[in-house]
């Protein structure tokens, strides 16, 4: 156990969505790291990882997103902008990448993968190509958990926002041509002191509304 | 900051998906709160919390699990069987209950919450059902994240499970008369001493391959 039950619970009740961040305040580099490390680790359906992440520190690249971001001002205030983007029309070449992997990893011969690749496979080649992006889509959302909730462990602000617009930033990153399409983006860094979001308390039903007991 | 950046790489480098439970060994109350509060604090688009979480742990609704899980035996076999549920077809009445919640619980008039409110309504009353189901699981995704990052904070095991056959979740806990459907299973408790997949190096791709600096 690194922390304790009620540090955990502290530190997500601190967290809010961040509407406005401090410019001059940067993530440190090892605070950086282990947020980072938070993404690579992320699990993810037969741990395919299909994603990519985005990470945008250069100010004249954040300078162009409040535009393709209804206006909204923290990517370019942020220490650093994170783009989550997810592997379009994931195939074949993706789950032997991903048993190539295992292999290097574990140093163990491919035949024993052979079931499991083959599982993948008769799902990357047998489900319709928009159901495919979904999933990975779905997968990109674990990651953003884990980011945030990274975030928040280390004091880091943070703010999950679905209101990018994602063909502008696809266009802006040239996403595409890598194969990946933007999902969803988080500035993370400081919150402004005159954030005036940061004194509002927290909105959640009540825990008998949410949790079910059987 | 409430750990270490280390900290936390190590737990998330320490969880891995736990493929046999020790069925003897059961999470304590103090810890399953923290797990259940990570839940309940995740974040979710606008807020809206579209999902609801049903907690089994019922060992005979437990043993009815794995034959509508492919067989696995972590439903059974875990000390708490979380559920993840996704809010079907979601509607004004959602917006509005949300509303009134904000209301009550920041103690302000509804009046300033209008624009919020018509914003939320113009997606709900347009946005084709079937995409509104796809969003409101995806929201899902991120309740999983925090708590499989929770979990391994505190040194509980779990297990993310796409692999459910989620109508026959449905049927067995009733949640469509809720107005709910199964996204996703998580079976949360302690692995089992002889569970070989403890022992196996995690398997990620390089940070390079999958994190793109700007």
């Known amino acids: 156990m690194t922390t304790t039950p009620a540090a955990v619970v502290d530190a997500l009740r601190w967290r809010y969505s961040t509407k406005k961040f401090d410019p001059a305040r940067k993530v440190a580099p090892d605070v950086w790291n282990a947020i980072e490390q938070s993404l690579v680790l992320s699990p993810s359906s037969f741990g395919l990882q299909p994603w990519k992440f985005f990470v945008i520190t250069d100010q004249k690249i954040k300078d162009q997103l409040p535009p393709i971001s209804w206006n909204q001002t923290q990517p370019k205030d942020c220490s650093h902008m994170v783009v989550l983007a997810a ?9 032997n990448r991903y048993i190539d992997r295992i292999v290097q990893v574990r140093d163990i011969p491919g035949d024993p993968m052979r079931g499991y690749k083959d ?7 047998s489900m319709p190509a928009a159901d495919l ?14 980011l945030l909730e990274t ?3 280390l004091g880091v602000d943070a703010c999950p926002m ?3 617009v994602a063909p502008e930033y696809d266009k802006l990153l040239k996403l595409p041509e890598q194969g990946y399409t ?20 927290k909105v959640r039903f009540e825990t008998k509304d949410v949790i079910v007991h059987m």
């Open 133 to 146: 992006d979904t999933w990975c889509a779905k997968q990109v959302y674990i990651a953003l958990g884990f």
């Open 182 to 201: 933007a999902v969803v983006g988080c500035p993370v860094g400081y919150r402004a002191a005159d954030d005036k979001y940061a004194a509002y308390p």
């Open 162 to 164: 679905e209101g990018i």
């Open 87 to 95: 592997r379009k029309t994931i195939n074949a070449a993706d789950v």
């Open 151 to 153: 975030c928040a462990l």
């Open 119 to 125: 599982m993948m496979l008769g799902i990357v080649n």
